[in-house]
């Protein structure tokens, strides 16, 4: 009756401690002992000291001291937390994680010339004696061998384990989980979110998040082809595994016979297309197999044309797996076009169903709208507003800031100031500053907040153009500093000095790839006309590229920070750039 009691009184209905569940009293806050004794002396001598000196009635000198104590007493417990505690024990199943390879290579059909290879194939994947294991790609033998004899594999390892199916390629997805006892009916379905489309194999990562991620993980199991993009820290991952007593095992799909495949993976166009513009496919030409050097020809073809748009001609070689393929074609029509590369060799191809990628791209009929302020008149001005006025796909607005009142300032649609709202300044899509000072009065400080809002929150697009006079050391301090791809500090001398020797400029590998300092289709071209282009006589100096940013030029022999000083730099903030 007393236990009942104490129950209701703590809300300990739904507890029922059994004879080795018992309910346990603890502190989470315990005073140490050596504190608690010398509390209790002090308490002690000061009741005497108190009694001695009002001798109060005997019986009552008794009473006020057992409450003054238990007093004590209660609060000395509140203040080491108590809290009763009941400690179940549960056993839970262990989890079993199935790793699926994802990746486009698991598409690949292939023979199985070894007879004995064959049969065992033909047993795992449930196809009979006489099955055509050569019309079956690596993820439809590997995902029948699951789901065989009612998924029978799947089965046996969820008798005592949850298992956790996830397909991985560049990140990994889950599929489903088959719960320990339970029956594997939902497998079928969890195999059918199984694809192979990913362009890489990332299973080092795959592994490390499993390893990192699951607390009841037994074991790993990975159904892979065996290709991987990255296998140097491999030895971490089965320390990793060693130290949680974690098991890995393989299950290689496919023949281990060698045989050419080339397959283009996915491609990636131009995110804005532009009429009477030339455009930019890129792709991944993967070649397996190649027992020789050799060549292919990789052709870009559009659905609205028949011709080639573009065409070049690659090296194959055993020990390159990757090829990069990049091919500039156009311009197009406006509209919607489906944009196809194929590739052909003069070695026999195992795959031929892989040697062809589509994309879908947009081509538009609208302008870009520019807006170049600039302080003066100088050379880089009128230059660059020539060559924007010339180009029919860019609508130009140029301020000049040091013009007369009556000046008529230039461009297709003119602008007498810089726009004071956001409405005004979204009618732009890119902002181009040249050498101008942002402390002056033609720019505000809530005008400056609000272009950098433009670019951060709502993908505008800036550049800026250094000059002799103010900019970009004139940016250090304010709020569009955010928005350079450089940055400044106290260590560098940012002030300008006297050149008397030309210099040429230095085009790094990034620019090389870049298409902002793309001067011919060709790369190994348009690195040979910029480094037949005139030198320079001056630079803005700074501190380096910001955070994040690329440096496509810089300068051959002035070095800043940890690195050659930038002449052309590129780089992010926010959603724009």
Known sequence: ?????????????????????????????????????????????????????????????????????????????????????????RVEPASVQILLDGSASMQTREPYSDAQLGERMRTAAGLGMNGDLSSQSRIDLARRALLHDGAAPLQALSANNDVSLASFGTTSEPLGTIHAGAHASGAKEAMGAWQAIAPETHLLSALASTLSEESRLAAIVVVSDGRAVDASGLAGVIEAARDRQVKIYTVPVGSPESRCDLAIGPLTVDENVFADDLFTVRAAVSASGVDAPGEASVELRADSDDAPLAAKTISLDPQTLYVPVELTAGPLPVGRHRVRLSITADQLDGDPANNTSATDMEVRGDTIRVLYVEDRPRYEYRYIKNALLREPSIRLSCLLLDADLGFAQEGTDPIRRFPETPEELDRFDVVLFGDVDPHGLWLTGAQADMLVDFVSRRGGGFGLIAGQHSAPASFRGTTLERLLPVRFDDNTDHTRQTITAVFHPKLTPEGAASRVVRFDKVRSTSREIFDSLPGIYWFAPTSGPAPGAEVLVEHPTQRCGTGHAPIVAVGRCGAGA
């Open 1 to 89: 009756m007393i236990a009942r009691a104490l129950q209701w009184l703590c809300d300990l209905d739904g507890v029922r401690p059994g004879a080795t569940q018992a309910l346990e009293l603890q502190w989470r806050a315990p005073i140490a002992r050596w504190l608690a004794l010398t509390l209790v002396a002090a308490l002690a001598i000061l009741l005497t000291w108190l009694y001695l000196r009002h001798r109060p009635i005997a019986g009552r000198r008794i009473v006020l001291a057992v409450m003054r104590a238990c007093l004590f007493a209660v609060l000395l417990a509140i203040a080491c937390q108590p809290m009763l505690v009941f400690q179940r024990d």
